[in-house]
């Protein structure tokens, strides 16, 4: 027993490292290019790392904090971000989802790490823009920002004037992040392919998600099963020749007839129409944000419902969530990223 003991003891480190090494190598083949061949930053897109030296009670890092800890858009008071403090010394804290770097003071001040923002921050200077953000600046799938002043005297005022820019800009950088995180997963070509012969549109299905199709409907359903479950419904509505603007009638009933084509005891509860606004999706004309319930169980969720112009063609386009105890603005995100690249084979 001592000799096998001793043999296995010789052997197993050496193989333990081969392995370790073979599976090193499998996973950076396995990584994908537009990730810079490193691992995608972990967490959620409502994560948020605030990078400072400056106290968590200083009136600078309060009033960043209300800027971007404001409601998420209609979904039941949730936040849009949820922050953790780190200090610029902390390597760790840039491996997070979505990160700003804040202060002041000269550019020398700006930490090491984040050299790209600092150029960033250093080309518009002159601008009188606290904020820069820099898409994936780390080659890990994240949203990085910085917000700065050249002077702690200039930082309340200049940072409050520019409060709807950051929180907008910290949006935009998000949705980037998200869309390049969800253009990472394998895709299904078969379901995507069945879309473009039977419905005459092409839209890019995540391997693993159920695909129903309604050819006497020109609809489909991607399904995410759950909880938390994610639906993205899609209609074509052939419109050759018709003008697509922010008058085009979209009411409950319209929302209604698309989600009822797969789940017939949906109903839409109260609309919202809010204005449009640069983060939506393109070719957007009309759009309502509300709740679902189901009618028979109990199931209810937030949902964003679009009306899209593609070339002659538009589109009905519903994202709905059932995610009971979770944060729904993250899952929305996805869906979002994904009925982003609905359009003609």
């Known amino acids: 027993m001592r000799r ?96 700003i770097v804040a202060g002041f003071g000269p550019a020398e001040r700006i930490p090491s790490h984040a050299s790209l923002l600092r150029e960033a921050w250093r080309r518009q200077a002159g601008s009188g823009r606290p904020e820069a953000f820099v898409p994936d600046a780390w080659a890990r799938g994240q949203a990085a920002g910085i917000v700065w002043t050249e002077d702690r005297a200039s930082w309340l005022p200049t940072v409050t004037e520019a409060q709807n820019r950051i929180f907008l800009e910290l949006d935009r950088t998000t949705f980037a992040a ?71 009638a979209v009411d409950r009933a319209s929302r209604d007839r698309l989600a009822r084509l797969f789940r017939p005891d949906e109903r839409t509860l109260e609309l919202i129409e809010p204005t449009l606004v640069p983060d939506e999706m393109a070719g957007v004309v009309r759009q309502m944000h509300g709740r679902w319930e189901d009618e028979r169980v109990s199931a209810a969720g937030p949902f964003r419902y679009y009306v899209v112009g593609r070339g002659p063609a538009r589109y009905e386009i519903d994202l709905a969530v059932f995610a009971p105890g979770r944060p729904k603005l993250p899952y929305l995100r996805e869906l979002q990223a994904i009925a982003e690249t609905i359009g003609s084979p």
């Open 4 to 99: 096998r003991r001793s043999a296995s003891s010789r052997s197993g480190p050496g193989r333990a490292a081969r392995a370790a090494a073979l599976a090193i190598a499998l996973a950076a083949t396995a990584l994908p290019s537009g990730c810079g061949r490193r691992p995608f930053a972990e967490g959620s897109s409502r994560d948020l790392t605030i990078i400072t030296d400056l106290p968590p009670n200083s009136p600078e890092v309060l009033v960043l904090r209300a800027i971007v800890e404001r409601e998420a858009l209609r979904i039941d008071q949730e936040r849009a971000y949820v922050v953790q403090l780190a200090r610029p010394d902390d390597a760790r804290a840039y491996r997070g989802v979505n990160v």
């Open 178 to 248: 998200v869309r390049e995180r969800v253009g990472a997963i394998p895709r299904d070509p078969a379901a995507e392919r069945m879309l473009a012969d039977s419905l005459g549109f092409t839209l890019r299905v995540p391997r693993g998600w159920r695909v129903l199709a309604r050819r006497d409907s020109a609809a489909a359903l991607l399904l995410e099963d759950g909880p938390p479950a994610r639906l993205l419904r899609v209609r074509r509505i052939e419109a050759a020749g018709t003008a697509l603007t922010a008058s085009t």
